[in-house]
Each structure stands twice: as structure tokens, then as C-alpha cells.
């Protein structure tokens, strides 16, 4: 085994069901061993999907300022800086706190509920480096703490009250932690892994019937 | 050759000496062939020994978003128009604000997430890249916990982007009182985007790639005064 962070060979060990394997010289993770991650991730995964919706289109809150009011869904908050033309930010707000955590609960819904129903495909390779690559531009917690900033510098000049879309954004945000942090990464990589030599024996044997 | 076998024990071997590679992606290890490029087997991801160009990368990616850091802090990043009167104010501005309304825990949150960690994710990545330049000795293990520290925190900075974001759309009663962004939150948000991608760009593989090479530099120095 080769570690990932400082580049150390190391021998192969038998690890126990439950513990992992660090680097004695960096001390990086380079092996946890943990089965039936997977159908545990699936269910955060859905249940976050089911936020989603809500969460994004709902008003997260609503202020009133001298007799008038406004409300503000996580959408609305990149169109408007849109219109104002600060395009940086608004392409970021939209990306950090919405397409990208979409995408990553997308491509680990597909690669889970595959997985779980015993199906493999190819694709599963690249879905699964994606989703791993784009992990750091996911900052749904961020943005969480940004709207709480937000309702403390506002408390001076108006009156704040929570929408429904602040409730389901916290839900997403709970699930989305979790259904992140319960899968094993190792243990899905390690069924592709499996499927593809089964696909690759299947072939073989194939071929070779045919060619008797 | 002898030099091989005194060497003291604490002398580790690497992948790269080896002769392997390992995926990134999926960790797996694969036979190294020099001047190739290669894919992983297993999940299709490029297999490089370590990252192509990273320290050029790394250097060029931290200059600019030390340049930028400078309009960040000195421009306007919010623009607060209450009852037609203009209220701009800078990243420290907004800070100051927050304590002069007593809430010393957000206003500590608001600094820490737009200077402290910003400043101190480009100085460490700073002495870090500066350290292996002029073969300074850090030790290791303090260099890797604080480029994990650095990769951890960094994401944080993006808290004042989503707030600008946030006030600009609430805060938009025509007459009372509108909520702008500044040209700072530009810069900022380029900032933040350029330290994360500079960490990225930064193979911490080659932290000991330094240390091996003069160890067994010492190792074989040390041989020949015998
Ligand atoms: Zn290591
Ligand atoms: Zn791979």
C-alpha cells in the first residue's frame, strides 16, 4: 500500500472490521475497513433530496421595515446580484449553495441505489472520482452560517421572522452532512472494484464459449 | 552502495523510489512506466508520480491572491442605502459594525472567516513553499498539520460572500432602505477561490521527497568520514 499524502510504502496488513489503517509517518487515513455503509448512505441521501426542493425555492426569511415587507429564497439571492452585475459572486453563491450540493447528492444517489440493487455500470469510475473532486465547493454549511451573520446584522434595523425554507434547510443540511460522512468511500471502491472483474470474467467466459 | 545498508532505520521508502504509482482517485497502485502518460486501470483518472508543475502552479495561484487580498480589504464590499442615504463600507467596516452592536460573538465569527483565515491560509502556504525553496527545516509533521489545518479552514471564507449575497436580495425595499454589493466582494471572492485552488494545486507528497533526498545525502556523507 502506498499512502496517499506523503507517499509511504507500506507493507500489506490485515486490518479488523470497524478500525482503519493510518500512516505511521504522516498519519493520513489510508485504508478504513467498514461494511454496509452503503444502504445507510442511500437513505440520507433520499431524505435530502426531499429537502432540497423546498429548501432552495421557499423563502428562507422575511423582514419587515417600515410597514413594508420582503421575503428571499436561496435562488433569489443569486438573481438579484445577477442583475446587479457582481457576476463573480452571485456564480459562486449559486454554485457553492446549490448546483453543487445537488450534483453531489445526484451522483451519490445514482451510485448508492445502484449499488445497493446490484447493478454496475462504467460510468460509476468517473461519477464517483466527481464526486469526491467537487466535495470542498459544497459549503452548504457555510452558507448556513451566513444567513445566521446575516439575521444578527439586520436584528438592528428591521424585524426578522424564519420562512418555511429556513426548516428544510436545515433538514438538507443535517442530511446531506450525514449522508456524506456514513458512506465508506474505500468499501464503494472496492465493490466497483469486485464488478468489474466479475464483468470482465463473465466476458471471458463467454468468448470462450463461443470460440469452443 | 554500502550507504544503503547503514542507513538508520528511520529511513522510509517511497512509492516514487519504488518505481510505482499510486491513483489518487482510487488508491489503487500501479507499475510506473517513465515517459507515458498513463490512466488508472481501475477508474480511468491520469496517474502522475506527483502533480505535474505543482509548486509553479501553487506559487503562481498564492502571488495573485496576495495581490488581491489588498482591493479586498481596502474597497467597498457593501453598500447600505437606508432611507436614501449611502453607507458604504469596507470588510473591517462591517466587523466594527457588528461590535457596536454588541454582538462580539458574530463580529469575532465575521473576522476570523474574512481575515484571519485567509491571511493566514496565504502565510502558511507561503513558508511552506518558502521552506522547501531554501531548504529551511521545518519539521514534517508541523508542515502537514498545518497544510491540513489550512485545507480544512479554508472553505470558511466564503461566509462573507453568501452574507453580501444574502442582504443584497433581502434588503431591497425601494425608499427605505437597498442593500449593494461593492467591488470588494469581487476581489474577495477571488480570493477565496484562488487560495483553495492553490492548496489543491500543492502535492504534499513532495514535503519528503526534500527530506529523503538529504537524508540520504547525510547518510552517504557520513559513510565516507567513516
Ligand atoms: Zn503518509
Ligand atoms: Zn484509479
Redesign the pocket.
Known sequence: ML??????L?QNQVIDEGSKL???????V?YKQKHNTIGKSLAFTITALIFFYPAVTESIMSISMGGKSQHQSIIEGAQVLLQEEYYLVAILTFMCSLLVPLLRLLLLFYITFSLSVNLFHKSFFWSFRLYHYIEEWGMLDVYMLGIIVSVVKLSSMAEIQAGFGLWAYAGLLLTYILAANSLNPHEVWDLLLEHKQLGEKQNQTKTNQEAA | MASRETTNNNHYRSGKEAGLVLCIECHTIHQYIPHMAMRCSRCGAQLHQRKPNSLNRTWALLITSIILFIPANMLTIMNVIYFGQDDPSTIIGGVILLIQLGSYSVAFVVFAASILVPLFKMVGILMILLSLKYNINLSDSQR?TMFRYIDFIGRWSMLDIFVISILAALVNISGIAVITAGSAATAFGAVVVLTIMAANSFDTRLL?DYKQSTDNFLNSNNEQIK
Open positions: 499512502c496517499h499524502e506523503c507517499d509511504l507500506i493510518q500512516c505511521p509517518r504522516c498519519g493520513h489510508i | 502537514i519528503w
